[in-house]
């Protein structure tokens, strides 16, 4: 799955501009490729909470998303382009959260046991970009040429997945913890932390959307697969450690969620008074804490603040709410910001969302330690 997203996430903004289209209607499209992906993981996880068969679901989310990408690439018009966007963002982003929901099913939402199975994401997306950036491939002028090395690995995506089994019907042990808001499947926390979420992820929004082009166009770099390698693998480590730490009780979700705000902010300064080569790297090896950390403290943090029946819908609403709507408005935002003021003052002004991300967790700490509905 990540290995797919080697190629989607960096490329993505590069195939747009291929097609001519100025910052602001990257930034434009960019958004509607958020807000497709929003509305995927919501449909299609209530399904499988409700009806199961998620292999079948993965399978066909997987073959849906090729047909998009095959649209995007070979696409002539503005009209055809959104169309293909959309496929793609739908299906691809929805994904995801079924796989962190079958990951955190089959091991009981233990955090340790759910890291060393997600670092193999880490894994494939540093490989591939490594691979890329050592054979000098996909040719980033063609848009033919980056669509069909995402085709090439969506296909062999597909061929491990039929042999995937399907989730057991058997519900592991969960102890649920009887609290004032029984009735609901979700609490109080989990409405203050995927807010949280949402402005570390606006920050995030900056480098997801135009750290390519601020590589390509400002800096004159071209190795983007390489440092997107370089802060996958700082990843790896850290998310490891993080899974460890959280499962064993030493920190709470909301201590990494400091931790990566502030690492956030420190990354995005960096990239703005410091553009250089010597920045970049800098930035990108802080990526270890602002997303090696964040990750699986949200995906625990989900994990104890819905009941297990809702867990997929739970997934996919940090998925959707806590990192698509955000990066909606941040793609939005950020192209006209680059169009009109350039990208130092894009990644100063985005740094003050991953700090109110970290004060707003000293604010809300109460309640985001509070007793959660199910232990795990």
Known sequence: MYSIYAIVNPFLQVMLRNKGYSYEIVGVLLSLFE???????????????????????????????????????????????????????????????????????????????????????????VFFSLLFAATKQPDLSSNLSIGTFALAISGIFILVVLGWKREPKQRGASIQIETPQAGHWFDRAFVVGIFIIALNRISMSSVSSFFSLYLVEELKINAISLLNALAAGSEFGAMIIAGILIQRKKVLPVHMFIASGVAMMLRLILYAMVPSITGVLAGQLLHSIGYGFFHPAAIFFVARRVRRSHRTLGMSIYISLGTGLPAVLGSSLGGLIVESFGYRTLFLSYSFFALASALLCFVFYRTMTTSPLEEV
């Open 35 to 125: 807000i497709a992906g929003i509305a995927g993981p919501l449909l299609v996880a209530r399904h499988v909470d409700k009806r199961g068969n998620m292999k079948a679901v993965v399978l066909f989310c997987t073959v849906i998303a090729c047909m998009g990408m095959t649209v995007l690439m070979l696409s002539t018009s503005l009209l055809i382009t959104t169309v293909g966007l959309s496929l793609l963002a739908f299906f691809l982003r929805s994904l995801m959260p079924l796989l962190d929901s079958y990951a955190n099913n089959l091991f009981n939402g233990d955090s340790q046991k759910y890291t060393l199975i997600r670092s193999f994401g880490t894994v494939g997306f």
